[in-house]
Every structure is written in structure tokens, then in C-alpha cells.
């Protein structure tokens, strides 16, 4: 992509869902909503823990390297050169979440009552879903709002 000009790596970035600002997908939050959605079916269906069981962490590689997304390449080789400040922080969260959900995990495995499994499932959600939403806010990238509002404070 080295040959292109902004413009038209940007539009190839959109394309391919990454955010071209900061060079990372929404596509891997999904792998978190996707314990967050089992998580949410443990208070109604005590037995979908054994689903949320199942679920197994992935790195943002990892994760990409599974998919059938057609830019699954490019998000990979896009996240490898990110601006590593920003790539460490997004980083950091998606860690912070996989330690919070496989700690969970490990409890429910461990539990005897449903009782136990579904008030696990409620603090994880409690805990994970703004993760999710942080993350999420690191991958766009500040709003050009936001930075007007930084630009007028200095």
C-alpha cells in the first residue's frame, strides 16, 4: 500500500472496516460481544453457561486469522504497524477484558449452583461491556469534536 496515496489507502482501509486514523478493526470487539451475548443468556438459561464455557480467548491476530473476512490480511498487517502508543493502549483493554472473562470462566467452572454461575455472569457483563465500549473508542480514534474541544483549550 506503500504506493498509494492517502486517499486511496484510506478508502481501501474503510473498505475492509479498519479505521484508517488508527489502524485497527471493530470486527475484533465482536469476539468479546460474543461472551458478552452468552454471559447475558446465563441469568434467563443457567445451562448457557456451558456455552460461555466454550469460548475461548483470541488475540486481535488470532482472531483475524480465523475469519473469513476478505481484509482479514490487511487488518493484521495494518495492526502490526499501527502507531504503537495506540496499538498498547487498545491493547491493554482487550487484555484487561480477556483476563476479566477467561477469571469468570475459571469461577463458573468451579461453581456448584446456577445461583453462582449467573452472578459471575452479571459482574463480568457489568465489567466487560464498557471495556468493550473503551476499546471501541481507541479503534475510531478521537471525534474531530473531541478535538476541537482540544484544540480550543489550548
Known amino acids: 500500500m506503500a504506493h498509494l496515496d492517502a486517499a486511496d489507502r484510506d478508502q481501501i482501509l474503510r473498505d475492509a472496516n479498519i479505521n484508517p486514523r488508527t489502524g485497527l478493526a471493530t470486527d475484533y470487539l465482536n469476539h468479546f460481544n460474543e461472551a458478552i451475548m452468552l454471559l447475558e443468556m446465563i441469568p434467563d438459561m443457567p445451562e448457557c453457561a456451558d456455552d460461555f464455557l466454550e ?19 490487511l487488518a493484521i498487517s495494518v495492526y502490526d ?24 470462566g475459571d469461577a463458573m467452572r468451579q461453581a456448584k449452583s446456577d445461583k453462582t454461575r449467573v452472578t459471575l455472569a452479571e459482574q463480568a457483563i457489568g465489567w466487560v461491556k464498557p471495556l468493550v465500549t473503551h476499546a471501541g473508542g481507541v479503534i475510531n480514534g478521537p471525534s474531530d469534536e473531541a478535538d476541537v474541544d482540544t484544540i480550543m483549550t489550548q
Open 55 to 73: 469460548w475461548r480467548p483470541l488475540s486481535y491476530r488470532e482472531h483475524f486469522a480465523a475469519s473469513n473476512l476478505k481484509g482479514r490480511d
Open 81 to 104: 504497524s499501527a502507531n504503537p502508543t495506540i496499538r498498547d493502549k487498545f491493547d491493554g483493554i482487550t487484555a484487561a477484558m480477556t483476563s476479566i472473562l477467561t477469571a469468570v
